[in-house]
Structures are given as C-alpha cells and as structure tokens.
C-alpha cells in the first residue's frame, strides 16, 4: 500500500507561486512513477505533469507548459510541483498520483494506482 500526501496549497494572486509537494511512503519511491492532475469545479479530473522514476523524463499539459515544473527528490519521498505565474484558471484541487513500478506513467489517470487526497489551489483575480 502507498500513501500520498499533498501539501503546499492556498490562496494566491494572479502572477503569483506556490509549490507543491507530494510525500510517498514506501522503500521503492525511486521506482514509483509519479503525475500530478486537477480538478475544477464541475469539471473532470485532468491530467497537469508526469515524471520519470530518475526525472529524467517529464510531460506537461499545454496549458502549463512554460510556467509549471514537476521535479522530485527520490531521497525524500517527495515529489513537488512549481506552480509559476499562476491563473485564476488553475483554480482546482490538485492530485498527486503514483504508479509503483513503472518508469513513466504519462497522461492516463487510469494508469497510476495510487491516489492523494488532494490540495486546493486558489488563485485570485
């Protein structure tokens, strides 16, 4: 069993940061595949970033290309994501989710096996 728990969630103006982090149990995070999704209001989960069990492969939604950088510390079990001039539109609960095994995992929420609870992002106008 692997538990995820996000942190680094708030309220923040439009232009502005945050930085999300995702801690993993387990021995094995080095070979955990990991991706971060979102939620909006009566929308449909989607995919945000994925990346490799070395990092060395990532992927991104166009929408956050360029402003989002997903990037992980397999020393610490954390898994992080730098939210960059930040849009009301990213306003969402934010997922971090775990694929244990696989080298990389991608776009398709349906691969990844293990899910946190989520952390709300808030961005203001």
């Known amino acids: 069993q692997v538990q995820l728990v996000e942190s680094g969630g708030g309220l923040v103006q439009a232009g502005g940061s945050l930085r999300l982090s995702c801690a993993a149990s387990g021995r094995t995070f080095s070979r955990y595949a990991m991706g971060w999704f979102r939620q909006a209001p009566g929308k449909e989960r989607e995919f945000v970033a994925a990346i490799s069990w070395s990092g060395g492969s990532t992927d991104y939604t166009d929408s956050v290309k360029g402003r989002f950088t997903i990037s992980r510390d397999n020393a610490k079990n954390t898994v992080y994501l730098q939210m960059n001039s930040l849009k009301p539109a990213d306003t969402a609960v934010y997922f971090c989710?775990?694929?244990?095994?696989?080298?990389?995992?991608?776009?398709?929420?349906?691969?990844?096996?293990?899910w946190g609870q989520g952390t709300q992002v808030t961005v203001s106008s």
């Open positions: 989710a775990a694929d244990p095994g696989a080298y990389y995992s991608g776009p398709r929420a349906d691969r990844y096996d293990y």
